[in-house]
């Protein structure tokens, strides 16, 4: 039985939202962005909420509102997806990479505070995996002048005692990309509750100009726009906007199906050579993904025998610093913890209409690599007499 790794939930009902904006005069940015972020606002209680049309989109406005550029560094961490170093390269800073801690595989916030510089202007902790990053104790290891722009990609339904993602950093950027948890096949959203970044943002999102289309044109009148600073084309059109909010509205259910899905991944492995990140107190995973680490140099075989069995795995990630790219730009320390994950992991299939047969598939086919990396007991007694 083949099983892909993620299979969206989104139903043809969603022809009709979308015939619905076809139906109406705004294609583009419209009304349907403005109720989705009504309702990020409500969901994440901040004061502001801008759809993109990227994470990567949102993260470059945002960078660009907050005036980030040549000569400014960014700290990101090293185990991620590339885009969370790409899009400080893109404004002209430099990102300056940090190791993860060992247990969680979220950023270290002792190693933060030591690669703090007078350059520094930001740092870029990343929900990894959907779990969060402790933000107020980040807060309280680095200057306050140094902002924290969190990754959240990851986790839309995440909390830490309480806490939700744009609650205690100065923004925090979302993925709507395919096999996010929300998603409209591409898109993204930056909410926070600085009401000078909001307002940089607006801009930044559309050319930098002064007034977006739907104002532009309101009242019937044209009004003229002028542009006063750079921005990046960032808005979400309505079109996909429509296909969010059923999504928003049903979402806890959804993250209780993916708890179960992990839960039993934990149980079936549990005796297994294979380990995972742990989920600290406090914490409510948005389980995102549900990664593995293999050892021994095994990942490849594991990788290559789910892939025989039609089952559908990836990487996330090999570190960001290991990648040609980065490699051969500029003097990059070492980070091991990150490295090292990244020679050994891969991510199973996790979305919320997993059915348990196939889940049974993807346990099978670990459970017999298991035994391949490590023999049991039996065996390896019966060994020295062999030799
Ligand atoms: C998916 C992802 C991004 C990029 O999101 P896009 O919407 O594809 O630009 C950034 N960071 C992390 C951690 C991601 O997983």
């Excluded at 076809?22 to 801008?50: I, M, N």
């Excluded at 009148?221 to 996909?240: E, Q």
Aim: charged share 20%; hydrophobic share 45%; with cysteine.
């Amino acid at each position: 039985m083949a099983v892909p790794f993620y299979r969206h939930a989104l139903s043809p009902a969603c022809s009709d939202r979308v015939a619905a904006v076809l139906a109406s005069p705004f294609l583009t940015s419209g009304p349907q962005g403005v109720r989705v972020e009504e309702k990020l606002r409500g969901f994440f209680g901040v004061q502001h909420a801008k759809l993109t049309s990227s994470w990567t989109q949102g993260a470059i406005a945002t960078l660009l509102a907050l005036d980030i550029g040549p000569g400014d560094e960014v700290i990101v961490p090293a185990m991620t997806f590339a885009a969370t170093a790409n899009v400080v390269r893109l404004v002209g800073a430099t990102p300056v990479f940090v190791d993860v801690d060992p247990a969680t595989l979220l950023i270290d916030h002792r190693l933060v505070a030591e690669a703090v510089t007078p350059r520094t202007r930001a740092v870029i902790p990343v929900h990894l995996y959907g779990q969060m990053v402790d933000i107020p104790a980040l807060r309280k290891a680095i200057p306050a002048s140094v902002r924290i722009i969190e990754d959240a990609a990851h986790c839309f339904e995440g909390k830490r005692n309480g806490r939700r993602p744009g609650q205690d950093g100065d923004a925090a950027i979302f993925s709507f990309y395919a096999t996010k948890n929300v998603t409209c096949g591409e898109g993204g959203a930056v909410i926070t509750n600085d009401p000078d970044l909001a307002a940089a943002l607006v801009q930044t999102v559309l050319h930098g100009m002064s007034a977006g289309a739907a104002q532009r044109f309101q009242g019937g009148t044209y009004r003229h726009w002028d542009i006063a600073r750079l921005g990046t084309k960032a808005n979400l059109p309505d079109l996909l906007a429509v296909l969010l909010e059923p999504q928003i509205d049903g979402i806890e259910a959804q993250l209780a199906r993916r708890e179960r899905l992990c839960a039993r991944y934990e149980a079936e492995l549990a005796n297994t050579p294979f380990t995972w990140p742990i989920i600290e107190a406090g914490v409510v995973s948005a389980r995102h993904l549900f990664p593995i680490h293999v050892p021994d140099g095994q990942r490849d075989a594991v990788l290559q025998a789910l892939g025989q069995a039609g089952i559908g795995a990836t990487v996330n990630y090999r570190s960001v610093p290991c990648l040609t790219l980065y490699r051969t730009s500029g003097a990059i320390p070492d980070l091991p913890v990150s490295r090292r994950w990244g020679e050994g992991t891969l991510s199973l299939p996790l979305f919320p209409d997993l059915r348990d047969e196939e889940q049974d598939e993807v346990i099978a086919v670990l459970r017999a690599q298991a035994l391949a990396i490590n023999p049991p007991e039996t065996m390896r007694r019966a060994e020295p007499a062999l030799v």
